[in-house]
């Protein structure tokens, strides 16, 4: 009889990486920022180049998303007392 539950190996994950212009997007930037920002190594976060594409590790997207965002646990200097 075989098992019907989730193991690790058939629960979806989430990618390793997502495309440069995907990761732009999250960032607020548009395609040709994007790519320019990469070409010269001034991207917010790391970029792997495979081939002809640019890839960028999610990992260091959540982190810069973490990072910059309001809930991160930091207030902002207005509103230390």
Do not use: N, W
Not at 13 to 39: D, F, S
Request: charged share 20%; net charge positive.
């Amino acid at each position: 009889m075989t098992s019907t539950t989730l193991t690790s190996r058939t629960t979806p994950q989430e990618p390793e990486v997502v495309g440069l212009l995907t990761a732009g997007r999250l960032l607020g930037m548009g395609r040709t920022k994007a790519y320019r920002l990469a070409k010269t190594g001034a991207f917010p976060c790391r970029v792997l180049r495979i081939g002809g594409r640019y890839a960028v590790p999610v990992r260091g997207l959540r982190a810069l998303l973490d990072h910059s965002s309001p809930d991160s646990g930091s207030r902002p200097a207005s509103e230390e007392g």
